[in-house]
Each structure stands twice: as C-alpha cells, then as structure tokens.
C-alpha cells in the first residue's frame, strides 16, 4: 500500500535499491554532457561537417539537438553516440518558428542564451518546472551590455531573444564562477564587434574555450580572464567526446566504499576544470589511480582505476569547489561513510542547480539517519551509521544517482522517489550499476 501510495504520488518513477557489500568490474560511463551539448552548437554554426563520437545520448542533450534542427541544422543520426552537424555557418541558422523548450538543461539554455542573442530573428526559451525556476539574469545582464534585447521573467525563464541586434565587446567580471554565463558571453562575443573578455573570480570548466580552438577560433588568455575576437568563423572538426566524469563520479564513490578488488572506469575525460572529484576523494584518503592517459580534440581523458579503503572526514578546500560543483550529491554520501566530519562552506551555488542540492540533499541523509548541520553555503556531515529509508530526489538526476551509491553503507533497503530524470544526464545507470554490483531496480 505505503508502495503502491508513493509510486502514484511520484510519476517520474522510483528505485528500490538493496544493501550490497561490493562492487567491481570495467565499466564504460556515457559521454560528458557538457562537451556534448557544444560539440553539437559549435558544429551547427560552423562551416562544414563535424563528426560527432562518443555523444551522450540523453534529454539534455536531445534538447540541445532539436533546438538546432528546429533552426534549420541538419544533424544526421548514425547510432545514439555518432553523428554528423552539418553546420549552417555564422549567419545560417534560421527563426525557429516554435518555441525553444530546453528541458531540464540549464546549460543548453544558457548558452544559447549567447548563440541566439546576435541572431537576425526573436526567439523565446523555455524549459521544465525546474529550469523556469533557475536564475537566467547572470547571463542576460552582460548580454545586455554587449546590446542584446534579452527579457526575462523576474530573472527566470521564459527568456525572450529580440532579432537583429549589433552587439558591441564588454570586459565582464563573473560575480560569480559559472561555466555557463563565461561560455554564454564568449558565443556572444564571436558575433560582436570589438574583443570581449571574461574573466572569472575562479577557473571553471573550460569546454567552451578547448572546443573553440578546435573550430579554429583564437582565444586569447591571461591569467583568469579569456578574451575573443568578434567576426571569426568555425571551421568543422571531428570532437570526440570523453566519458563524464560526472557520471564516473558515482562509480569513484562506489568504488572508494566497497571495490575491494577494484573498480576500472574508462576512457572518462580528465580535463584539470572538471577534477575536483578527484582532489577532493584523494584528500579523504580514497585510492584513485590513472592509466592511459590521451588526448583528443584539447580534452584529456584516462582510465581510472579505484579501490575501497577506509575515507575520512575533511574541510573541503573552497578553491576546489567549483572544480566539483556536479559531484556534491555523491560527495556527501562518501562524507556520510566516511571517519569524522567533513566541512563544506562557500558552495551556495548548489541551491540553483537542478534543485536546492544542499537542501534535498540534507533532506535525503536526515532521512537515513545521517547526522548533519545545513548551512546557507554549505554543510557539515558527520561520518557513521546509514539506515534504511525513502529519499525524494525531487526530479534531480544527480541525487537520486548519489542515494543509489548509498546502498553500499546502508544498513536496510533505499526507496528513491522520482527518478525519471536519470534520463537526462545518464541514460543507461541502472542496468550499468547493477553490473557493477549494486542491488538496484526501477519501476
Ligand atoms: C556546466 C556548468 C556548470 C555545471 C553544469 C554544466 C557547463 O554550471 O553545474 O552542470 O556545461 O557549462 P554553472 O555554470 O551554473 O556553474
């Protein structure tokens, strides 16, 4: 009954996940999103066809894809992870005719957000519940600087694009650090007039300036600040797209509790912006190796090889936090396992992502008996005993993932309520959990 009551009160689905003791194996993880996402939008406004490997075929992505086709993009689909972008060249895309519904994907919207703003035609961006609730402001106040005719609603989504604009260079200093308000800022910039430059008050991913070069772009960097050109053109590349290590996370986690024998992720993209994880699990005392290190297209990847071993509470350095701001919800399941305290402070950023992270997430480990003190930047998690229980991951992907990872600690079965959005950023987790050992079923 109590089942039956939670299923219907939460449509997106959810998992049952028994206690398991181990995990082990080699396991490949899907394609990192976020390279994905502007794999495709650099390929659509280049000249010329950009092969596409290794994509992640999930909703974030597809919204990004189907925005594209919307304005007149040819994609051609050979199998979920490989196509090819016809581009449309710098002035080639075409008035959408429809609105733009970006989902459940900040990142897609906020960077279009910049594709779009020098654009001869209007266009309007929607997404998801969660998405109209995220802040777009700190993208269309310096694309409003530059001249861009942007309006929001009271800071969130809709966000409406007026056509025909002449944009003119800013200097912007990020108020905050975001991939995506830098990256939206220099796609703008590619159309302005004049040399815009960004710079962030701590290095985020850098995707969008790696990729770029790759498209024959020439960026020019000093220190924290980026600048671009405007009026260059992209020419077609082949990107081949790493593993996401924000989806290798899980298995990092995983595998520092309970891969006694060891646990192989390959070929997962080890850009130094996106490695925090791997700091911030080292510092806990979690046994991490790389093997095979290669690159491709500016973007590094490697095996990585983890062991179970005993982690221990720590303060997680502030300048790492930006270099792991996807990996929080597993990071504070390894916190809840682990020996003594582990301190996180100036991550408020997590109460705008998907969901209020630091809030569902206290949440969800209060839940299970987890030990814990919620503060306005951060939170404080004491080691020790996980229980049994129902957690609602209240739609976001990365939670409901990260309670799963619990399942090895947890002294009784884990419901996880509404888990639909797994979708969006790892097609595929459960089957490939549970060949790595955890107990897990949806329904
Ligand atoms: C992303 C940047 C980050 C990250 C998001 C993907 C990107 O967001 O959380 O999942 O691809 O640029 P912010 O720029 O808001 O920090």
């Known amino acids: 009954m109590a089942r039956e009551r939670a299923a219907l009160s939460h449509p997106g689905a959810r998992y049952v996940v028994q206690p398991a003791a181990r995990v082990g194996g080699e396991l490949t993880v899907p394609g990192d999103k976020s390279i994905s996402h502007r794999a495709l939008m650099l390929g659509g406004i280049a000249a010329g066809q950009t092969g596409i490997t290794g994509f992640l075929p999930s909703e974030d992505c597809h919204a990004t894809l189907a925005a594209l086709r919307a304005m007149g993009v040819a994609i051609e689909q050979h199998s979920a992870t490989q196509l090819t972008v016809h581009g449309a060249g710098a002035r080639g895309l075409a008035a959408p005719g429809q609105v733009l519904d970006m989902g459940n994907s900040g990142t897609a919207l906020r960077l279009f957000m910049g594709l779009l703003a020098a654009q001869p035609f209007d266009s309007t961006l929607i997404g998801d519940a969660s998405l109209m609730r995220r802040p777009m402001e700190r993208v269309a106040l310096p694309l409003r600087a530059m001249g861009a005719a942007i309006e929001t609603a009271q800071g969130t989504p809709p966000v409406q694009i007026g056509g025909g604009r002449k944009l003119t260079a800013i200097d912007y200093v990020l108020p905050v650090p975001s991939a995506q308000v830098k990256s939206a800022i220099l796609l703008a910039g590619l159309a302005a007039e004049g ?7 701590a290095p985020t991913r850098d995707h969008t300036e790696r990729m770029l070069t790759g498209f024959g772009v020439q960026l ?15 020419t077609a590349t082949r990107v081949e797209v790493p593993a996401d290590i924000s989806s290798a996370a899980f298995f990092l986690v995983a595998g520092a509790l309970a891969a006694h024998e060891g646990l192989t992720l390959r070929n997962v993209g080890v850009n130094p912006t996106r490695t925090g994880i791997l700091d911030i699990l080292g510092l806990m005392g979690a046994d991490i190796r790389m ?13 990585l090889i983890v062991r179970a071993s005993q ?8 300048e790492l936090v930006p270099l792991a701001i996807d990996e929080f919800p597993v990071l504070f399941i390894a916190a809840a396992a ?6 996180l402070t100036g991550a408020e950023e997590l109460r705008v992502k998907e969901t209020d992270r630091l809030a569902v997430m206290a949440e969800g480990l209060g ?10 930047d951060g939170i404080r998690i004491e080691g020790g005993r996980i229980s049994g229980g129902t957690i609602d991951s209240h739609g976001d992907h990365r939670i409901a993932m990260a309670f799963a990872v619990a399942s090895l600690r947890a002294s009784g079965p884990l419901e996880i309520l509404d888990v639909a959005n797994v979708a969006t950023s790892f097609p595929g ?12 079923s949806q329904d």
Do not use: K
Request: net charge positive; hydrophobic share 35%.
């Open 195 to 201: 040399v815009t430059c960004v710079t962030e008050p």
């Open 220 to 234: 020019q960097r000093q220190g924290a600040t980026v600048g671009i050109a405007g009026g260059q053109r992209l």
């Open 291 to 303: 093997e095979n290190r290669r690159e491709s297209g500016g973007e590094p990847s490697a095996d």
């Open 311 to 318: 982690l221990r509470g720590i303060r997680i350095p502030g």
């Open 338 to 343: 682990a020996d003594g305290v582990t301190e």
């Open 367 to 376: 839940r299970l008996g987890v030990r814990h003190e919620l503060h306005a």
């Open 429 to 440: 987790f459960v089957p490939l959990a549970r060949s790595a050992g955890l107990a897990i």
